[in-house]
C-alpha cells in the first residue's frame, strides 16, 4: 500500500515537472510581426484627440471594490447628481453579484432611482458570460431602459489556465452572450479583462468575434496595472487598425486602466493620442489594490491640452473639488496629504514661496488702485499660480497659507490675508512672535496657534 501511494505521489511530482505555464504578452517590448513595436509615440494627446474623448465615471462599480463598505443609495444618487453637474454623462454602476442579495436589491435600487431622478446619466453594468448574468442584466435593463452593459471575459493566458479555458471557449461564450444581449435589446460594450497580458494574435480574434457579435464599442484592459504608456499606445492603435480593416471603424474603443505601477495617467494620455473614445476613471483614483485611473487627474490635462488651443471647456472644473472630495467622504477614503488635488495642494508655508505671492498680490493691488481691473485680475490669478499648476479657484478650492520653521515675515503676512486679515496692520511684534512660536515647535502652527500668536502681540503689556 506504501508502494502504491509513493509511485501516485511520483506519478503527480512528473506531471507537475512537465507542466508547461503559459507567458503573458508584454505589450512593452514583445516583438510581434503583427503589432510592431512602434518607433515613435507621440507626446502628448492633439487638443482635437482630448476633446474627443469621453469619461465613463466607475466610482460606483469598480471604485467602490477598492473600499471597506458599499454606500447608501441615497449618497450614490447625490454622487451621480454631481457627476452630472460636472459633465460626465456614463457611469459604471454595478456588476452582476451573484446571489449576494443586498447588493443586488441596492443595485437595483439605485437604476431605478437614477432612471427617476438623474436621467441625465446613462448607466452599465457589468456581466459575465452566463445566463445567470444575462439574467440579471434583464431585470436591470427592465428597471432602466437606457442600460447599456459590459460583456466580459477574462483572456491572458494566466487567466485562461486557471480557469480551464482556451482561446476558443472564450470566443464561444463572446460570441453566444453578446448576441444574446443584444437580441433583448441591450446595447453591448465588448470588454477583456487582462487585455495588456493577450497576444496581438488572441486580440485581433477576440475583437473580431465581439464586433460581429453585435458589440457597439470594444473596451481595453490593463486589470493589473503592468502596461506602460508605449505599450498602451501600441495596443491602442493595433485595435483601432483591426476594426478600420474589419470595416468598423465607427465602433467605439474604451481604455480601463489601473495605478499598480503610477503609470494609470500615463497610459490614458497615450490611450487617447491613439484613439481612444472613453476612458474610465475614479475620483481620488480609488479602487481595489493601488486603485484605478484618477478622475481628477485625467480632467486637469485633458482640460489643460484643450484651454491652450483655445476650445471651450467641457467640464464644470469649479465643481471638481467639491465631486471628489464629497466622493471621498461618501466611501470613507480621506484625501491624501500630497498628491493631485491633495490636502495640501495650494498649501504652502514656504518663505521663498510666498514672497513671490504676496508680491504678485501687491501688484494687482496697485492695478486696482489705478482702476485698471482687467491687469488686476490677471495679476490675481498669477498670484495664485506663481507657484501652483492649479489655481484653486478654477477647481473649487481656496489658497492655504501656514507659518512653519521654512517661513519668513512674507508668510506670516499671506496667511493673515488669506483669513480675511489686512497685511498692512499686522505689526511687526505679531510677525515675529508667530515666526519665533513656530521655530520653537519645530513644526508648522496650527490655526489656533497662529491666532493664539496674533492675539498674543496686540494684548497690552502687563495686561
Known sequence: MQKEKANSADAARTDMNSFDVPTNFNWNNEESPLAPLPQNI?????????????????????????TASYPSVDKMLQYLSLL??????????????GEAGTLNAKMK????????????????????????????????????????????MGTAPSRRLVQGWDLSFIQDKLDTFIRKT?????????????????SPEDVRAIVRTQVEAGAHSVAMADTIGTIRPLGTYRLVRFVRQELEALGMPDVKLEWHGHRDMGNALGNAMMATAAGIDRIHVVSRGVGERSGN????????NLAAIEAEA????????????????FYGDMVDVPAPEHGVLGQRYSHTSSGI??????????????????????????????????YSAVNPETVGGTTSVGVSPWSGQSTVKLAYMSSGGDPQKLSSEAIENALARANELG??????????????????HGA
Do not use: N
Request: charged share 25%.
Open 182 to 198: 443584444v437580441d433583448v435589446g441591450i446595447p453591448v460594450i465588448a470588454g477583456t479583462e487582462h487585455t495588456s497580458q493577450t
Open 109 to 152: 435600487e439605485l437604476l431605478a432611482r437614477m432612471r427617476d431622478e438623474v436621467p441625465s446619466i446613462v448607466p452599465s453594468v457589468l456581466s459575465m458570460c452566463t445566463e445567470e448574468s444575462l439574467k440579471w442584466t434583464i431585470e436591470c435593463k427592465e428597471i432602466h431602459p437606457g442600460l447599456v452593459s459590459l460583456v466580459f
Open 353 to 386: 514661496h510666498t514672497d513671490a505671492i504676496l508680491k504678485a498680490h501687491g501688484l494687482a493691488d496697485k492695478a486696482r488702485g489705478a482702476k485698471d481691473f482687467v491687469l488686476e485680475d490677471k495679476l490675481r490669478e498669477m498670484a495664485s499660480t506663481v
Open 84 to 97: 452630472s453637474d460636472f459633465g460626465i454623462t456614463y457611469a459604471c454602476v454595478g456588476i452582476y453579484p
Open 293 to 300: 485611473a484618477s478622475l481628477e487627474e485625467i480632467v486637469l
Open 310 to 325: 483655445g476650445l471651450p471647456p467641457r467640464w464644470e472644473m469649479r465643481e471638481l473639488l467639491p465631486l471628489i472630495s
Open 42 to 66: 507621440p507626446g502628448e494627446p492633439l487638443a482635437s484627440q482630448a476633446a474627443g474623448t469621453e469619461l465613463v465615471s466607475e466610482c460606483l462599480r469598480d471604485g467602490l471594490q477598492g
Open 443 to 460: 513644526r508648522e502652527l496650527t490655526a489656533e496657534e497662529l491666532e493664539a500668536s496674533y492675539a498674543e502681540a496686540s494684548a497690552p
